[in-house]
């Protein structure tokens, strides 16, 4: 149980950091590249500030193990649904590999951290 608490935290420290920690920083201390990752895909400004404020909530929902479950599933859900599209419209636009793969990559650690999430949730129910 140690070792799947110990991966499981690891896991949803990056994927916070990586979605929340640094889009909210970016939004604060560097407000002119807010929008950097979203503006050579072709989408406007207003969508730059709504996947970041999605984003951010997200993030800290699975942060919460004491969340109702269907929270952190839906956080989990939408997460993944940015993960994928973000993938799809690097793949459709810029075709360049590493902007392919920086989503890829964390979407495999956001699912470590969903799957070692249920391994706790299922043994402290069965405790």
């Excluded at 002119?32 to 951010?56: Q, R, S």
Aim: proline share 5%; hydrophobic share 55%; with cysteine.
């Amino acid at each position: 149980m140690k070792k799947d608490k110990i991966i499981f935290w690891i896991a949803t420290s990056i994927i916070f950091v990586m979605e929340a920690i640094i889009p909210l920083a970016t939004l604060l201390f560097a407000h002119e590249y807010f929008n950097a990752g979203t503006k050579p895909l072709g989408y406007p400004d207003y969508f730059a500030y709504a996947l970041m404020v999605c984003k951010i909530l997200g993030a800290t929902a699975i942060m919460f193990p004491k969340l109702p479950a269907k929270l952190r599933e839906w956080a989990y859900a939408g997460l993944t649904f940015n993960l994928v599209f973000a993938a799809i419209s690097h793949i459709a636009v810029d075709q360049i590999i590493a902007y392919i793969l920086m989503p890829i990559v964390v979407g495999i650690i956001l699912g470590v951290s969903y799957v070692y999430s249920q391994k706790i949730r299922l043994k402290t129910k069965n405790q």
